[in-house]
């Protein structure tokens, strides 16, 4: 049972491998070649294959074949096996001119056929076939303002030494490069290049025909250089330089009819991240909404601000905007992001306008608009409430007449002299004891704010700071009522607002605040029409 298990195991195995063949890859160390020259033809599976199973019999009618050799390696990365398999045959061309290299083919997995250059000459320059560059505008029309992505690549057949590719050149327009450079490998007529390739970002100042001059390569690079005996060669250090073509960018004038802000992308959306689940807001809780606008292939420097006008009952502490840009599939994404914390300082029902951008569409040559819309919320808390003073009872004055008539007006004189004291006294104790029962509320705030400033809790300074100034003026004080007071407590009260919703959060110190309410009470009171007063309807 065993054997059995382990014998299908092995089938398996093998089918897998046999499955695993997906590439079939052909190339050659030189094209073109002298007459005398040999060249070096590398066939590679990605697979484990057997030697026997490439049929090479097709190259016998245009090369002489020579010595062939076969390698097989394995390579493990993150456990994952990638197996390859190897050979490498000496040609030398029988004729001169262009000489076909037949297609390889196993198990249905076939390579491409090469056409290889035979010159009539011994030797021949390979500069341009070792090394060279091309560039790209990957969109050739644009409007004034719209970036166009510039696309260059360096191809090296030979090992680079050392080397430095230029930046292209355009008038009337900004290039910068975008990303980082990318390599990979790639076969051109036959031969295995390393690639190095850069994308730049150009965005017209000016309309018209602009011509973007191609970056130059310069360096050195190792050649294989043949000895004197003509059987050993060796490397050798040559300077190459190479260059592109020239290019023309047609740029295009915005519309007569636009107006505002000129911005146009190939594509723009506009979303907003709020606070879904809530249905309604406290008093003084900071809300966190989030703006996010996407634009493709458009200039970074032209992209719009998100900033709304808010009703004056909302207080709105934005972030500075973050922008960043990728490159996706070929074009440039440009993405700002502004989040804000908006902080109510008024019970009631309020409208966050629509946020409206709108842009440019090159493809369908109209003006859009990309829109988040109104939406309304709901504010609720409770004010700080003055304290009901309890009113003093009435007072009782009680007489006695007395037993003999001729003594009752001497009695009354006193009785009543006695009574007007008596009454005077109660009546200043009753204004006693409302002033202490006004003064109570204001004390018991004035501790607690007291207490947060020194703890430095910026939330409890706001609550006690309305606390005290509703019991002290009788009337419910909201934050824009009390930064009416005074310049010097609004701006204490604004600092703490910052500290506490703001991006640059830290210590909250609480004796601007202190001192503003103690300059308020110091101020001259011989106005009746006082800041404090004028809040009393």
């Not at 150009?202 to 018209?208: L, V």
């Not at 019970?347 to 090159?362: D, Q, R």
């Not at 109660?426 to 705030?445: H, I, M, Y």
């Amino acid at each position: 049972m065993v054997k059995q298990l382990l014998t299908g195991l092995f089938l398996l195995t093998v089918t897998s491998h046999s499955w695993a063949l997906s590439r079939l890859d052909a190339s050659v160390d030189k094209n073109p070649v002298g007459r005398d020259e040999s060249l070096v033809l590398t066939i590679v599976a990605d697979d484990e294959v057997e030697a026997s199973r490439l049929d090479t019999s097709g190259l016998m009618r245009n090369f002489l074949v020579g010595r062939t050799s076969m390698s097989r390696s394995t390579r493990i990365v993150n456990f994952d096996s990638h197996k390859e398999t190897r050979w490498q045959i000496l040609l030398t061309p029988r004729n001169t001119g262009t000489l076909q290299i037949p297609a390889f083919s196993i198990d249905g997995v076939s390579s491409d056929p090469i056409s290889l250059t035979v010159s009539k000459r011994e030797s021949v320059d390979r500069t341009s076939s070792t090394l060279f560059v091309t560039s790209e505008l990957l969109q050739a029309n644009v409007y004034l303002g719209q970036m166009a992505l510039y696309k260059v690549k360096l191809f090296l057949a030979v090992d680079l030494q050392r080397g430095d590719l230029s930046v292209p050149a355009i008038e009337g327009a900004r290039i910068k490069q975008l990303g980082e450079d990318k390599e990979s490998m790639d076969i051109v007529n036959g031969r295995r290049f390393r690639v190095i390739e850069r994308v730049y970002g150009i965005t017209p100042d000016k309309a018209g025909t602009l011509i973007v001059k191609p970056p130059v390569f310069e360096g050195d690079v190792l050649v294989p250089v043949r000895g004197n005996g003509g059987m050993f060669s060796f490397n050798e250090s040559r300077p190459m330089r190479a260059t592109g073509k020239e290019q023309q960018l047609l740029v295009k004038d915005k519309p007569e009819s636009w107006r505002g802000n000129w911005f146009v992308a190939d594509l723009v959306a506009l979303k907003e991240e709020f606070p879904e689940d809530v249905e309604e807001f406290a008093l003084g809780t900071p809300i966190t909404r989030t703006l996010t606008l996407l634009a493709s292939n458009a200039d970074e420097t032209s992209l719009p601000s998100l900033a709304s006008v808010l009703p004056a009952e909302l207080k709105t502490y934005p972030e500075k905007p973050e922008v960043q840009t990728f490159l996706r599939d070929e074009q440039l994404v440009v993405q700002l992001r502004l989040t804000e914390a908006i902080v109510p300082n008024e019970v009631g029902t309020f409208e966050l306008p629509a946020i409206e951008v709108p842009w440019w569409n090159p493809h369908l040559k109209k003006r859009e608009v990309a829109v988040i819309p109104a939406r309304t919320i709901r504010v609720t808390g409770v004010m700080p409430q003055t304290a009901v003073l309890p009113q003093p009872g009435p007072v009782t004055v009680q007489t006695d007449a007395g037993f003999w008539p001729w003594l009752a007006a001497f009695f009354a004189l006193g009785w009543l002299a006695t009574a007007a004291g008596w009454f005077s006294s109660r009546k200043r104790q009753a204004v006693g004891q409302e002033e202490t029962l006004n003064a109570a509320p204001q004390s018991a705030a004035k501790g607690a704010l007291e207490q947060a400033c020194a703890a430095g809790d910026g939330k409890a300074m706001l609550n006690m700071t309305l606390a005290y100034l509703s019991a002290q003026t009788g009337d419910n004080v909201t934050l824009e009522k009390a930064k009416s007071l005074s310049p010097q407590l609004a701006a204490a009260l604004d600092a703490i607002q910052r500290a506490l919703y703001g991006k640059q959060q830290g210590a909250i110190d609480g004796a601007p605040l202190l001192q503003a309410l103690k300059a308020l009470q110091q101020a001259p009171a011989k106005n009746p029409d006082t800041a404090l007063k004028s809040l009393n309807p």
